[in-house]
Structures are given as C-alpha cells and as structure tokens.
C-alpha cells in the first residue's frame, strides 16, 4: 500500500554533496521510521541512516555520521538525504525504505517492509 520512489542521485566529485529525496504515496508513514540504505556492487545492502515518525530523532550509520543528514517532510511527504563530504566509497544505489515500527535504530533490512526503487549516487575521485 506504499510506494516510495528515490531521486536526486547523480554523479559527485569527492568532497561534494547530493540530496536524495524519497516521495511516498499510498498509506503513508504513520508512526513506523524512515529510513535509507545503499548498496555497491558485489556487497550487501546496508544501513545508512533513519529518521523518526515525527522527524525529530535520528540514527546514524557510524560510516556516514557527521555527513549525512536525514529529515521528513509531512507536507510533502518526503523523505531526505542531505549528503555531504562525499566520498568514492560512498558510491551506490542508494534505497529508501520504511521501517515496521517505530524504532530508529532499525538497521536491518528485514526490519523494513516498503521499498523504493534506488537511485545511483556516483562518488568520482
């Protein structure tokens, strides 16, 4: 009953920054987290970061903390990325999702049930 579709990827040089977004529709959001993921090739999915039901808490993946920024829109229904200092190993399909409950330190994927598609998020160096 969601659906959630990323954008915002594109190609960066190292120390540059991207924004990805996350719009949902359908049955969205209620009180579970938000959240994103990103996958390179040849490795696992892996957790990146998630943002509270109200937006006012957030989890970082310790990779990614101090650079990367998440937040909710309720107007818009988004979900954001902000990404900053990025670096080649920061390359990926980058994958929003929303979490089965309310917890932000979700960091699994099993712990998500909705998906978006990806975007690619293109680190040069």
């Known amino acids: 009953q969601v659906q959630l579709v990323e954008s915002g990827g594109g190609l960066v040089q190292a120390g540059g920054s991207l924004r990805l977004s996350c719009a949902a529709s359908?049955?969205?959001?209620?009180?579970?987290?938000m959240g994103w993921f990103r996958q390179a090739p040849r490795k696992e999915r892996e957790f990146v970061a998630t943002?509270?039901?109200?937006?006012?808490?957030?989890y970082y993946a310790d990779s990614v903390k101090g650079r990367f920024s998440i937040s909710r829109d309720f107007a818009k229904n988004t979900v954001y990325l902000q990404m900053n200092s990025l670096k080649p190993e920061d390359t990926a399909v980058y994958y929003c999702?929303?979490?089965?409950?309310?917890?932000?330190?979700?960091?699994?994927?099993?712990?998500?049930?909705?998906w978006g598609q990806g975007t690619q998020v293109t680190v040069s160096s």
């Open positions: 943002v509270s039901w109200s937006g006012g808490t957030t």
């Open positions: 999702a929303k979490a089965t409950r309310a917890q932000i330190t979700a960091s699994r994927p099993s712990e998500y049930d909705a």
């Open positions: 359908g049955r969205t959001f209620s009180n579970y987290a």
